[in-house]
């Protein structure tokens, strides 16, 4: 039997979206080439860092209480930093997703009266109460006396360089670079156009420090934001870097005194870094990280194949199948709210946990409309495991992410597909 006869017998799938699917696979080989060059680019680069850094099997065990002497810990941090081209890097378990380490990078480096710009508009949702522009802004920046600007993007969607710099004042302190979407209908920025970004940035002012939101961006590419020229990156273990192997966790990398900085808003000012128990996550941590870059192929190329075969059938994609792509986030708009939330749920019925439930619209909190979700993946909100999201509102679009086995996401595509194509 082929695989497209058990796509058939066993799942149903209609013949024409078969073939539908299998025509548009055609049309996206070349792009899959490309990104297999990234992924052993990347797959060398992470092997060159764990054997520059003798990483044995000693590095693997974890610690308890405070943390002190954790050499596994301590290995994992100077891989990342490698692997960054930067100088220092905090990867922790207790750090519990990307918000969390944005907010300690924001927090441990920026103090009253001095000023944060957003250089890509508006950032992403869970960060508006962060910084104190949604909500009571309890615990905020903004509470903290942190004054914090926006340049919107241009009706073209690329970053105003000339309104970044003439926004930047003698109070300006740092600016802020989200790379990936995110949730927004825009396009992600590429490490080529954020090393442009921050050329202009120190034209004006050399000392800034550059902070990018590096989010769902890991390993897209062959170089990470710090190597052209950000000072701090931060992101989440549970999306690309993680492999969909660690349990937990995010990472902050860059400067050494800036990571520093933000390893005393984690822990307390003058222990830092120094502690921190690895609870015996060290080996999935690192096995994450092994298997990232091969992880985050697959995510990209499920990504093309929606991106494509949605297009082929007269949807609006964002990026299109055969654009540059700096992130996983694959967004499609769809014509109706029926059709957003069948599409939604048939990514559901394509998972390999919870695939006998259906997700339905509900008003989750902080967010102004109802929101639909499908996840069905080993570890709770991971977004490197095929998940989609949409709120329901118009323009009805379906931000879709992740995948830790192409065939899956091609499983998942064929089953949303016969749902609102049939
Ligand atoms: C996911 C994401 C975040 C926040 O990460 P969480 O782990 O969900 O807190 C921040 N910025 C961007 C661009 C993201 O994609």
Not at 102 to 121: C, T
């Amino acid at each position: 039997m082929t695989s497209q006869e058990f796509l058939k017998n066993n799942f149903n799938i209609p013949p024409k979206v078969i073939e539908l699917i299998e025509s548009a696979e055609k049309s996206c080989l070349d792009i899959f080439k490309k990104i297999d060059e990234i992924v052993e680019y990347n797959q060398y680069k992470v092997i060159y860092h764990f054997q520059k850094n003798k990483l044995s099997d000693i590095h693997f065990n974890g610690t308890t209480g405070y943390g002190y002497g954790d050499i596994g810990r301590d290995v994992i941090e100077k891989i990342y930093a490698g692997i960054f081209g930067a100088e220092d890097a905090l990867v922790r378990p207790q750090i519990v997703s990307g918000t969390h380490a944005i907010s300690i990078v924001l927090f441990g480096n920026l103090k009253p009266n001095e000023e944060l710009i957003s250089a890509s508009g508006k950032p992403y949702d869970t960060l508006e109460e962060v910084i104190g522009i949604k909500g009571e802004g309890r615990g905020s920046l903004r509470e903290c006396g942190i004054i914090y600007k926006e340049v919107p993007l241009l009706e073209n969607g690329e970053m105003d360089v000339e309104g970044i710099k003439k926004a930047i004042t003698s109070k300006t302190k740092m600016i802020m670079i989200q790379r990936s979407k995110g949730y927004d209908y825009r396009k992600s920025f590429t490490i080529a156009e954020i090393g442009e970004v921050i050329k202009e940035i120190r034209k004006v002012k050399e000392d800034i420090i550059v902070f990018v939101d590096n989010c769902y961006g890991e390993f897209t590419e062959k170089k990470e934001p710090t190597e052209v020229g950000a000072d701090i990156v931060a992101g989440s273990l549970i999306k690309n870097i993680g492999g969909g192997i660690a349990p937990t966790g995010g990472y902050v990398v860059g400067k050494k005194e800036l990571v520093e900085n933000a390893s005393y808003k984690l822990y307390a000012p003058g222990i830092g870094k120094e502690v921190g128990p690895s609870l015996g996550f060290n080996r999935l941590i690192l096995q994450g990280l092994f298997f990232a870059p091969k992880v985050v192929g697959e995510a990209l190329k499920g990504a093309v194949l929606l991106s494509k075969v949605m297009s082929d059938l007269g949807y609006e994609v964002l990026p299109e199948y055969n654009e540059e792509r700096t992130d996983i986030v694959q967004a499609v708009k769809f014509r109706t709210e029926k059709e957003l939330i069948s599409f939604i749920q048939g990514i559901q019925l394509g998972s390999y946990v919870d695939a006998h439930v259906l997700p339905e619209p509900w008003d989750m909190p902080g967010y102004q409309d109802k929101v639909i979700m499908a996840a069905g993946g080993f570890i709770q909100g991971s977004s490197i495991e095929l998940s989609a999201d949409a709120p329901i509102r118009e323009p009805y679009t379906a931000y879709v992410q992740g995948g830790l086995s192409y065939p899956q996401v091609k499983l998942a595509i064929s089953i949303a597909l016969s749902r609102i194509y049939s």
